[in-house]
């Protein structure tokens, strides 16, 4: 059974970092890496938005977040990460991640998500 975890959210002041990750299990190092992965955030009262995503082609990042995150991962270790820097209040969410089997934006797997809250 596959199964996705975030951690790393917290409570940051605005111009701070965090770092989240995403751990995969029930999955070989091979079959991870190919999996498309992504990050998505849901604020409260709004819907769940694509923040990043990675694959064997490049990354992507949201307009909202360019520049400032920055998406990897570790196929050794099964992991994806989301380096998160200069942080402002309206990137406060529950972040997820998510897995994507066939390329297609049509996630497989999905984590329980992380709290990410910045003070202004």
């Known amino acids: 059974q596959v199964q996705l975890v975030e951690s790393g959210g917290g409570l940051v002041q605005a111009g701070g970092s965090l770092r989240l990750s995403c751990v995969a299990s029930?999955?070989?190092?091979?079959?991870?890496?190919?999996?498309?992965m992504a990050w998505f955030r849901q604020a409260p009262g709004k819907e769940r938005q694509l923040v990043s995503r990675?694959?064997?082609?490049?990354?992507y990042y949201s307009d909202p977040v360019k520049g400032r995150f920055t998406i990897s991962r570790d196929g050794a270790k099964n992991m994806m990460y989301l380096q998160m820097n200069s942080l402002k209040p309206e990137d406060s969410a529950v972040y997820y991640c998510?897995?994507?089997?066939?390329?297609?934006?049509?996630?497989?797997?999905w984590g329980r998500g992380t709290q990410v809250t910045v003070s202004s």
């Open positions: 998510a897995a994507d089997y066939r390329g297609n934006s049509e996630y497989n797997y």
């Open positions: 990675i694959s064997r082609t490049g990354t």
């Open positions: 029930g999955l070989t190092s091979i079959t991870f890496s190919r999996y498309d």
